[in-house]
């Protein structure tokens, strides 16, 4: 399998071999690597990460799990996805590991230490998300992005990171098994994934709409069947 022209594309590739447990081989691991690669700061990348294509740019990005995003957030969730997409590709190439340091040196500087929270801002805007700094990022689907990087491997501290993170995310519990501003399906993604005694809290309160979800009839939908598939994965944590 070759990457088509369009990073979103080509990480999910990478993401659905990981979810579904497929093994990549060699050549193609380094193939989609050095595309991914090719694309580290680019015109119109967050910062110094990753960068999609003008049309994916314009037209914005659905996530893994098919939640449609636009705009800064497309540009910021992109690039954290293609250093989530390195790590899980390991790959040998000095262009690849040298995109992905400097991504990383970027991300870091914008992310601030772990303990990063600090006297919250004056300057009359809501800042939902301040106590929280070092382990969320801009917005709940921006977060997500962030500890599903974490999870693979980058950036740095990613227990206190995750733990951070995830009490935000337990304030913004809705009492329905889900959560406000916080896509489920891609946020359920990251969760599966963490490793940390909090997040089974969590999995077990989101896990209703999991059981729900693999009642459905089948679908040859490649969202409802990735979503089908971590809500095995959800059920197998809490089980």
């Known amino acids: 399998m070759k990457p088509v022209a369009s990073l979103a594309q080509t990480i999910d590739t990478v993401n659905e071999a990981a979810l579904f447990?497929?093994?990549?081989?060699?050549?193609?691991?380094?193939?989609?690597?050095?595309?991914?690669?090719?694309?580290?700061?680019?015109?119109?990348?967050y910062?110094?990460?990753?960068?999609?294509?003008?049309?994916?740019?314009?037209?914005?990005?659905?996530?893994?799990?098919g939640e449609r995003v636009t705009n800064a957030a497309a540009r910021h969730i992109a690039g954290e996805e293609a250093c989530r997409a390195l790590l899980l590709l390991n790959a040998r190439s000095t262009v690849a590991r040298h995109a992905l340091i400097d991504a990383t040196e970027d991300m870091l500087t914008r992310l601030g230490p772990a303990d990063a929270a600090g006297p919250k801002p004056d300057d009359g805007q809501v800042h939902w998300l301040w106590p929280y700094r070092g382990g969320t990022y801009c917005c709940g689907a921006?977060?997500?992005?962030?500890?599903?990087?974490?999870?693979a491997g980058g950036l740095d501290d990613r227990d206190r990171r995750l733990a951070r993170g995830l009490e935000c995310l337990a304030t913004c519990r809705k009492?329905?098994?889900?959560?406000?501003?916080?896509?489920?399906?891609?946020?359920?993604?990251?969760?599966?994934?963490?490793?940390?005694?909090?997040?089974i809290s969590e999995l077990r309160y989101a896990a209703g709409h999991c059981e729900a979800a693999l009642r459905r009839k089948g679908s040859s939908d490649v969202y409802a069947l990735r979503r089908q598939e971590l809500a095995r994965h959800v059920m197998d944590r809490v089980a």
Do not use: K, N
């Not at 921006?142 to 999870?151: F, G, I």
């Open 142 to 151: 921006c977060s997500v992005s962030l500890w599903r990087h974490l999870t």
């Open 21 to 45: 447990r497929r093994r990549m081989p060699g050549a193609e691991r380094e193939g989609f690597a050095a595309f991914i690669a090719r694309r580290h700061d680019v015109p119109g990348t």
């Open 175 to 199: 009492g329905d098994g889900t959560w406000r501003v916080f896509p489920y399906w891609y946020t359920l993604s990251a969760l599966v994934e963490m490793q940390i005694d909090p997040v």
């Open 47 to 65: 910062g110094r990460l990753f960068g999609l294509f003008p049309e994916e740019r314009a037209q914005g990005i659905r996530l893994f799990t």
